[in-house]
């Protein structure tokens, strides 16, 4: 399951899960250099870890998307 950072507090990163759900993940628990965007993928133990290849796709997408909806309002 992936997780987003909406924003960082402190020492902890406040999360959006895929669901929906938001919840709170202590920094020192995320593998990698987390920031407000990163994508994460629960590695088990309680860790995660900052998925770049995840965040590269969803930003791809999401400019696809963006493209699509200023093509059809022209």
């Known amino acids: 399951m992936f997780f987003s950072i909406d924003r960082i507090e402190g020492n902890v990163a406040v999360c959006i899960g895929d669901m929906g759900q938001t919840f709170v993940i202590n920094l020192d ?9 990163s994508i994460l993928f629960d590695i088990g133990n309680g860790r995660f870890l900052c998925s770049g290849a995840e965040e ?3 930003r791809k997408e ?3 998307r963006l493209e699509r909806l200023m093509q059809e309002e022209q």
């Open 29 to 37: 628990m995320i593998d990698g250099e987390p920031h407000e965007g």
């Open 56 to 58: 590269d796709k969803r």
């Open 62 to 64: 999401n400019a696809e």
